[in-house]
């Protein structure tokens, strides 16, 4: 199976300021790669796929990066709203994994 | 709109079954394959399997290949995964989620997720 290293698990930032979370593949995934919001009470949304494409309401501010076997989420200007849990999550081969989850805090 | 409405918590005792239920509306079953998700805090996400509920084809993580069984009724736009051989590891929230495009994956609309919780 493609284990997903999926770090920090913790990440601790100001409204307006700007972070990255890095996932990486155990083997090459092409860019077969998704992005994952989850909030409390709502149900998980698909934010990136293919390594780079911003799913259908998006906002801008959110971009993902790479190929291969590193990936990266960037979230600049952070907005209040963006203070949850990402997941990265590869499917290109079964079976589709998952990485561990990062909480984004506000600090 | 599409949504995909789950049905609610479960208490099952060792060694039982359960089935979920996963109802979309906004869009046809048929057009989308189903996947479900488990997720258990320590453990994170897991991927059970998916089904084509056109013509019931299914594909399962090996790990799930004899807890789970995924199947669909078209006439009630709805999924179902049934779990049996209940066992405490089996206590997670499970969800299920509609493929994007026509395509197995990724996910571009999830159900809320339902709590199962096996306990004697």
């Known amino acids: 199976d493609v284990q997903m290293t999926q770090s920090p698990s913790y990440l601790a930032a100001s409204p307006g300021e700007s972070v990255s979370i890095s996932c990486k593949a155990s083997k090459s995934i092409s860019t077969y790669l998704a992005w994952y919001q989850e909030k409390p009470g709502k149900a998980n949304k698909l934010l990136i796929y293919s390594g780079s494409t911003l799913q259908s309401g998006t906002p801008s501010r959110f971009s993902g990066s790479g190929s291969g076997t590193d990936f990266t989420l960037t979230i600049r200007s952070l907005e209040p709203e963006d203070f949850t849990v990402y997941y990265c999550?590869?499917?290109?081969?079964?079976?589709?994994?998952f990485g561990s989850g990062t909480k984004l805090e506000i600090k | 709109e599409v949504q995909l409405q789950q049905s609610g918590p479960e208490l099952r005792r060792p060694g039982s079954s359960v089935k979920l239920s996963c109802k979309a509306s906004g869009y046809s079953i048929t057009d989308y394959l189903m996947h479900w998700v488990k997720h258990r805090p320590e453990h994170g996400l897991e991927w059970i399997g998916w089904i084509d509920p056109e013509d019931g084809e299914t594909k399962y993580a090996q790990k799930f290949q004899s807890k789970a069984t995924l199947t669909a009724d078209t006439s009630s736009n709805t999924a179902y995964m049934q779990l049996s051989s209940l066992t405490s590891e089996d206590t997670a929230t499970y969800f299920c989620a509609r493929a994007f495009g026509h395509t197995t994956g990724p996910f571009d609309y999830w159900g809320q997720g339902v709590m199962v919780t096996v306990s004697s």
């Open positions: 999550q590869h499917y290109n081969e079964y079976p589709f994994t």
